[in-house]
């Protein structure tokens, strides 16, 4: 048994390659032999520039959940998990949350069941690979990004997608861990960001928590099951490392999985999108985005490949940086603004799937861990109220 502890120092361990799991220490005592074989394996990879894991680091369907992993010249098609593309939308409502009880019937039977009056077709699934900023102005969808990091991909490349399946799955919520939540500001604890903003306790917040339809996901799958068949590894079996399963960068099938990468990110913020246009008009109201993000995501960028499988990043909102820790669904969420330098940050409480499960960590031990390693303040909690999912 090793005594990894020798190398935990304050909310911080360090591999023996001096890469970083910034983790709790009850959190860090109880990750499992799978987990710290994982890391292992990826600290000693000669293509591993860095990797690094977050306080809800666990493990997650063959991969790691809270996991950064920085190589080069190879791709790890686990990096990301399979649900490629997810991410948070958060918007702020200037209505109190009590006053918009009768619209919410409407906008679940939209939001579950599709909206006659925003057709898509596969133009728009092309448009939206192609130029999704192009397309929501096209559109004339309400409620843009403020920012939101598009990358360059081959668009030569072939898909390996399923349009067609797309097409009928847009706009509305994905199936799987994935929703519309209805929320409100109940504790503000920085005032001057919320009086900049028009931000006050009652005020409704909608989560759009969506990646990809269940037919992308499925791509990703079969990705894997394709390189893995490739590397003759023989069978997956319970725990597996799927990091074995690896794809140099320069070839076609990597490329091609970039390429994909790169799309089905850009089909899940057109959908969030989508979805923000559809709450406005149905509430009739203005809609303030906070901040849109992926969490899930393989990007090439040279040489380097940047693999975040339930990682953020800070979102630029009107200057200032910001991003959203989730809780659950009887949780508070938690608006963020950085105070570090450090640019990366959990995306929630781990990966309990559709589920509120027992293996979700404690929000306020993640917040005071990321506080105390100075990466962010709180800015506001963000109440639960009701939830719409469509599974
Ligand atoms: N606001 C809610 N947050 C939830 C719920 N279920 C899970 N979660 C949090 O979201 C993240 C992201 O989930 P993932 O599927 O992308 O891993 C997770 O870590 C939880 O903190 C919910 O119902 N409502
Ligand atoms: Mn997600």
Redesign the pocket.
């Known amino acids: 048994m090793v005594h990894f502890s020798e190398y935990y120092n304050e909310g911080v361990y360090t591999t023996l390659k001096g890469n970083y799991i910034f983790i709790p220490k009850n959190r860090f005592q109880v990750l499992t032999k799978e987990v710290w074989n994982k890391i292992d394996y990826l600290d000693h990879h000669p293509h591993i520039m860095q990797i690094t894991g977050f306080p809800?680091l666990e493990d997650?369907e063959g991969g790691l959940?809270?996991f950064l992993i920085e190589s080069n010249e190879t791709v790890f098609p686990i990096g990301a998990?399979f649900?490629m593309g997810?991410?948070?939308r958060v918007i702020h409502i200037p209505r109190k949350w009590k006053e918009v009880r009768l619209e919410l019937n409407f906008l679940h039977q939209c939001l579950t069941n599709g909206v006659s009056g925003f057709p898509i077709d596969i133009n728009d699934i092309n448009m939206i690979m192609d130029d999704p900023i192009n397309w929501l102005n096209m559109r004339e969808v309400i409620g843009k990004s403020p920012e939101y990091p598009l990358f360059e991909y081959d668009q030569e490349r072939p898909t390996h997608l399923s349009l067609e399946e797309v097409s009928k799955n847009l706009v509305q919520i994905p199936s799987?861990?994935?929703?519309v939540?209805f929320?409100y500001v109940h504790s503000i604890e920085d005032t001057s960001f919320t009086n900049r903003y028009g931000i006050y306790e009652g005020d409704l917040m909608v989560?759009i928590?969506s990646?990809s339809d269940i037919s992308i996901k499925r791509t990703f799958m079969r990705y894997f099951a394709m390189i893995h068949a490739r590397l003759g590894l023989g069978n997956i079996k319970l725990n597996y490392n799927g990091y074995k399963v690896q794809v140099p960068l320069q070839t076609d099938l990597a490329q091609e999985f970039l390429a994909d990468a790169e799309r089905a990110s850009r089909l899940a913020f057109a959908n969030r999108s989508a979805i923000t246009h559809i709450i406005a008009e149905t509430l009739q109201s203005p809609v303030q985005v906070l901040l849109d993000n992926t969490?899930?995501s393989i990007r090439a960028v040279g040489n380097k490949v940047q693999h975040r499988h339930?990682v953020q990043t800070y979102m630029g909102f009107k200057g200032e940086d910001i991003a959203v820790?989730?809780?659950?669904?009887?949780?508070d969420?938690v608006l963020v603004k950085r105070s570090g330098q450090y640019p990366f940050l959990?995306?929630?409480?781990?990966?309990?799937?559709?589920?509120?499960a027992d293996s979700?960590?404690n929000?306020e031990e993640v917040l005071s861990h990321g506080s105390q390693l100075g990466w962010y303040h709180t800015v506001l909690r963000?109440h639960?109220w009701l939830?719409m999912?469509n599974n």
């Open positions: 809800d997650d959940n809270g998990g649900d997810c991410g948070f799987g861990n994935h929703f939540e929320r989560f928590h990646g969490h899930s339930s820790i989730a809780g659950t669904a009887s949780h969420c959990n995306h929630g409480v781990g990966s309990g799937g559709d589920q509120e979700y960590f929000i963000i639960p939830a999912r």
